[in-house]
């Protein structure tokens, strides 16, 4: 998988949205952008995925540069449930059932 | 919704034991999988298990380890003789057969393994 680079922590008061950044400027043609997130004591958990256009689900938006390069995973209104540590990982079209392969990502700090 | 199992939630065991990590992954699901997680510090990929074989694993799946898929139901890690830096968290998951970067990966609440 290809590398990307995320800040290492963010902070975000409650009900504010958040926006996280992913750069990932070695993406290649057939490369999608997943982010996961793994909250204090749990397992990971998928929240989107998108390949070049901005995508929406009941958890998030993705947000991807014109040139791929970066990408930003929007939270639209921050909740104290949302601190956790986010993800941001690039998976080969190519390749089903593979492993994930997770860097530090972003630890996102949520005050009330 | 569906969701991966594991059992159990904490396993204590002695230094050269054997442990057997239990988990039950999404029903549908095709590919199945083993990540640990060693106390702050990033998740780490172990091995997938498709079709009855391994389909991958890393560096740190050593003869120690192996995998099993007993029955329909049930993906197994065994650790044949356990070392304190066994102790982590671990964690199965399992994903469907689909077109390649979009499979999501679909993880449980994971076993916490202290090894004495």
């Known amino acids: 998988d290809a590398k990307t680079t995320q800040p290492n922590s963010m902070e975000s008061n409650e009900e504010e949205p958040v926006h996280l950044p992913c750069n990932h400027s070695t993406i290649s043609g057939t490369d999608y952008i997943h982010w996961y997130r793994q909250l204090p004591s749990q397992g990971p958990e998928y929240v989107i995925h998108?390949?070049?256009s901005n995508v929406n689900n009941r958890m998030a938006s993705l947000a991807i540069a014109e040139d791929r390069k970066s990408s930003t995973l929007i939270l639209h209104r921050a909740t104290l449930r949302d601190a956790a540590v986010y993800y941001c990982?690039?998976?080969?079209?190519?390749?089903?059932?593979?492993?994930?392969?997770f860097g530090k990502g972003t630890t996102l700090s949520v005050s009330s | 919704e569906p969701e991966v199992t594991q059992t159990p939630s904490h396993q204590v065991t002695q230094m050269g034991q054997e442990v057997i990590l239990r988990c039950v992954p999404i029903s549908n699901h095709l590919y199945f999988y083993w990540y640990r997680q060693i106390l702050g510090q990033k998740v780490e990929f172990l091995v997938s298990?498709?079709?009855?074989?391994?389909?991958?694993k890393s560096e740190i799946f050593d003869d120690q380890f192996s995998v099993e898929r007993p029955d329909g139901s049930n993906f197994t890690l065994k650790i044949r003789s356990t070392k304190l830096e066994d102790s982590a968290m671990y964690f199965c998951?399992?994903?469907?057969?689909?077109?390649?970067?979009?499979?999501?990966?679909?993880f449980g609440p994971g076993t916490r393994l202290t090894v004495l």
């Open positions: 298990f498709y079709n009855n074989e391994i389909s991958e």
């Open positions: 998951a399992s994903s469907t057969r689909r077109a390649g970067g979009k499979d999501t990966q679909y």
């Open positions: 998108g390949l070049t």
């Open positions: 990982i690039l998976r080969d079209s190519n390749q089903a059932g593979t492993a994930l392969i």
